[in-house]
């Protein structure tokens, strides 16, 4: 798995890296402090079309990453991962109203019904 951090915000590849805090290698923000690789942050720039949007993108990643991981109390000790990938949530949403776009068309959108009875109205009214 390459990791490629220069630090300087000259790609895109850094600036999602940046924003992500994804800056050092084998202290990433996935669980077990794993990093995304090179491939995957390239792949979430492709996909989204703008490193803007691929934060966006990375945010909601992660925010799916840390939804797997239950939460825990143990000896008065509590662990709640739920925060972290509300966190997480909130951050992807904020990312998407700055710069829009939906998660690799994932979002919502009206699309034209094509079932023989009612190919020329919308699924969705206005």
């Not at 915000?9 to 924003?19: E, G």
């Not at 050092?24 to 490193?51: C, H, K, M, R, Y």
């Not at 949403?93 to 094509?114: E, I, K, N, P, Y």
């Amino acid at each position: 798995m390459a990791f490629t951090y220069v630090g300087n915000l000259s790609t895109n590849r850094d600036k999602v890296r940046f924003y992500l805090r994804d800056t050092d290698p084998g202290q990433g923000p996935l669980p077990a402090d794993a990093n995304f690789s090179d491939a995957e942050i390239d792949g979430l720039i492709s996909v989204e079309g703008t490193w803007q949007r691929a934060v966006a993108a990375g945010f909601e990643a992660l925010a799916a990453a840390w939804r797997r991981y239950p939460s825990f109390k143990a000896d008065g000790l509590s662990l709640n991962r739920s925060d972290i990938a509300k966190g997480y949530d909130d951050q992807a949403q904020d990312w998407r109203d700055r710069f829009g776009g939906s998660s690799g068309g994932m979002g919502c959108r009206a699309l034209t019904r094509v079932d023989g009875y009612s190919d020329d109205i919308d699924s969705v009214e206005d």
